[in-house]
């Protein structure tokens, strides 16, 4: 058996051919995948079954055996995914750039893919479907590694959609599946074979790839997001924000974590949130300006830069917008980050000056996401400011290149000016 | 005196600020810094001829003393470079993406300034300007640290610019210079404050960053450039692009370091492109097949993996492009690479499947180069495939932002399907 080392050198010198390859071929690859997933059917469920059962006997939470199900419905959505992702466009080959730099001497910078991509994700069989999809629409090998709970699942899952690959044409080293938990320290070190790293998980896990790495980690460690709801704002705006941000959905990097409220109106709204959040369950930690207002736990400095993940929110008054974008910018993880208000202005200060991939006005969190931005799906959410930033689709799985052709020209010409540049987009 | 952590993370809660200038703002800051350079000649030439003595009486080789100058001709160059840069478009601003995700919800993807970035360079007094002036045009604030040996020169030129700056209504922590090369351990501690670090220098010195810091780094170790003369070249066209790419300028990235030829026609083309290289005082290293065909010293292993920097070249015959591809895609740095070919399938061929930053056609590799591509200068050339790959002008030095607006959106209506996206660019 071949190495992680081994397996993702080759797949590194394979890498071009699988950039070369054409969106007809690529999308051909993606129906047949798509058609034999659910002519597999039957063997994945099974294999599937095998792991919800091995999971109950290893007594993990009833919640977290939801996410490790995948089902008629789980395939059905990742059906309906693959065919979204085959309408999209090709994000590969898109010119950026056409200039004519001098006579005869032309320049283009085109999109390609980045080459080798490992993902590590967690155990999420519709994940590994997405993922790997993705990869191939945009011309990239990939390495994965899905989290152990789902194994036989990821197995069954990653032989159909590989050999439904191949028999399509796509280079046999396009996509590669790593099972055991200790083969991850050696795909860190592949530095010079894999190009990207997309972590996927818990906070330490993903600062732990990032601290143990020398490849590019896309990726995001803390998910702190905040809801700063104005002087201005309208009050069942407000309430509708803050509970679906809070409680739609707590275990998500884009749910928020801390709420900002203006002092000129926190006696009118700081009761009303604090009510609201209280009805839909939620415990509030609240700094001693809001307990005088509502009954709720104090919250501590600690408060202020702390991910629940989990039914409790902590809520400050600030004096104003300037202070609610200075309090983000300090405690925030640069994830996504809402104003609520009426007042146009105040919304394009805080969408200015916040330092977030996500700056919204009345509108929840929880839109921070590649389906809801129509990106067909995500590989995952950025929080660094290079590359990609916000949910990654298509678009930031691809680099570019630059193509310059000409006749003989030679760069003494114009050091010696004999020749000079006239720069011409084309 | 504050640490460099301290005004690292005090530049961090003002580059929002600098992010919000106009454009207006900002090209006025650049007018009154070239302003400010041509009045201030006399101070700067006179730093820079205490510099020079202390370089003589330091024993420093007079080639690097030439580069430590700064007279009237380079003035005049930074400050044609500077108008060039005014003149450029808003990097800031650009929308690249709005869509209608729904009724009255709106994504806007917005481009904007990394935020804080570091550059580590070499001593040249000229970087210092162009660098701080695409900082500037950017929206970025910086942190500077240039060559000791031109330290007196840096600090004149540093305190102009500033001053310029400042007096222009940019914000007075836009810009810092770092002084101490002890302080250049601290820079690199600042992954809270630092978004993004580009070192210039030797390549020991570039992975010496890349290994001893968190931050993202964005430059290139190797520059290990290849012409492939293929069989269908034209003779005269390949001696002209090979003694370019070779001897114009021996000590840069973007020179060549092996030379590949075709089989096919290798009786020809070797005699030919040895004689002329070795006319033009190049020591040829060729494999066995080479010195079959022409005097020359013998080429090791290890030469397809060495970046001479010197008038030295490895000679290599290959069976097609094929092979080239291969030989560059494993020896290559991913930098800058050309093909010389008469035929445009090879070279479409070439350009596709080499994976590198730069794909040539009948053109020497040293075209690669931010001013030679119209961008007005550049920070540095990278070899990462990630954010920003070639050489990196405005357009590398900006991320972007989503801004969402809507009102009172939330997704638990998406996610009950009491709503659904519909998904318009508009």
């Known amino acids: 058996m071949l190495s992680i080392a081994e397996v993702a050198a080759h797949m590194k010198l394979q890498s071009p051919v699988m950039a070369a390859t054409s969106l007809d071929e690529r999308n051909e690859a993606l129906v047949r995948i798509r058609e034999a997933l659910l ?233 009303a949130l604090v009510a609201a959040l209280q009805a839909a369950g939620v415990e509030v930690r609240g700094d001693e300006e809001v307990r005088a207002l509502a009954d709720c736990e104090p919250a501590t400095d600690e408060d202020w830069d702390t991910e629940y993940l989990s039914l409790v929110i902590s809520v400050k008054v600030v004096a104003d917008v300037d202070e609610a974008i200075d309090h983000i910018n300090r405690h925030g993880s640069h994830h996504t980050d809402a104003i609520v208000t009426q007042n146009a202005a105040t919304a394009e200060r805080f969408q200015q000056l916040v330092d977030s991939a996500g700056v919204y006005w009345n509108v929840s969190t929880r839109f921070a996401d590649g389906f809801r931005y129509g990106f067909g799906a995500e590989v995952g959410i950025s929080t660094s400011k290079l590359h990609a930033r916000g949910p990654v689709g298509l678009d930031g799985l691809v680099t570019y290149k630059y193509k310059l052709s000409g006749n003989g020209h030679v760069v003494a010409d114009y050091a010696s000016g004999k020749k000079s540049f006239h720069f011409r987009d084309i």
């Open 39 to 271: 002519n597999n059917r039957d063997k994945i469920f099974a294999a599937n079954a095998a792991d919800l059962d091995a999971a109950q006997k290893n007594g993990v939470a009833a919640p977290i055996v939801k996410r490790l199900k995948f089902d008629e419905s789980k395939l059905e959505g990742v059906c309906e995914g693959i065919r979204d992702l085959v309408s999209l466009p090709d994000p590969v080959g898109r010119v950026q750039l056409r200039r004519e730099l001098d006579q005869g001497l032309v320049l283009v910078r085109e999109t390609c893919p980045i080459g080798v991509i490992g993902v590590i994700f967690e155990a999420r069989p519709d994940a590994l479907v997405q993922i790997s999809t993705l990869c191939l629409k945009s011309g990239n090998c990939a390495l994965l590694k899905g989290g152990s709970e789902t194994m036989r699942t990821n197995r069954a899952l990653f032989e159909v959609i590989h050999a439904a690959a191949i028999e399509a044409g796509l280079p046999e080293g396009c996509l590669h599946q790593v099972e055991a938990r200790e083969e991850i320290s050696e795909l860190l070190a592949c530095d010079e074979s894999v190009d990207l790293l997309i972590p996927r998980g818990s906070n330490e896990f993903v600062r732990y790839i990032m601290d143990h790495t020398r490849i590019p980690v896309m990726g995001h460690a803390d998910g702190i997001c905040h809801v700063y709801v104005d002087a201005e704002a309208d009050l069942q705006t407000a309430i509708d924000v803050v509970v679906d941000a809070k409680t739609q959905y707590v275990a998500v990097c884009n749910a928020c974590e801390t709420l900002l409220v203006a002092r000129e109106a926190a006696s009118t709204l700081v009761p």
